[in-house]
Nanobody, 121 residues
């Protein structure tokens, strides 16, 4: 009954931008975030936002390029990705309310299906 549905992925040239969206239903999350997983690699935490305060945090590799935001009225979280690099290529999944350890995949019960982001060189 809890669903997280991502959209906005696609193919973009290096240096370009994409805006990912994640619409949540069935539950209002206190915090939401994004992970990504490239082929053959482990899931990597990307960003998180605390809805009540707007506090955000990012993994070092995307700081200054990505921005996470939330529209609380629609229970939607976004990931604005600018200055994209080929190494950003991955399936991006949104998550909600970690039990502990924001950066740990095992801390989350709720995941979206993922949206593919491909950045060409």
């Amino acid at each position: 009954q809890v669903h997280l549905v991502e959209s906005g992925g696609g193919l973009v040239q290096a240096g370009g931008s994409l805006r990912l969206s994640c619409a949540a239903s069935g539950r209002t999350f206190n915090s939401m975030g994004w992970f990504r997983q490239a082929p053959g690699k482990e899931r990597e935490w990307v960003a998180a936002i605390r809805r009540a305060t707007g506090y955000t945090d990012y993994t070092d590799s995307v700081k200054g390029r990505f921005a996470i935001s939330a529209d609380n009225a629609s229970n939607t979280v976004y990931l604005q990705m600018n200055s994209l690099k080929p190494e950003d290529t991955a399936v991006y999944s949104c998550v909600g309310d970690p039990w502990h350890g924001v950066g740990l995949p095992d801390a989350y019960d709720y995941w979206g299906q993922g949206t593919q982001v491909t950045v060409s060189s």
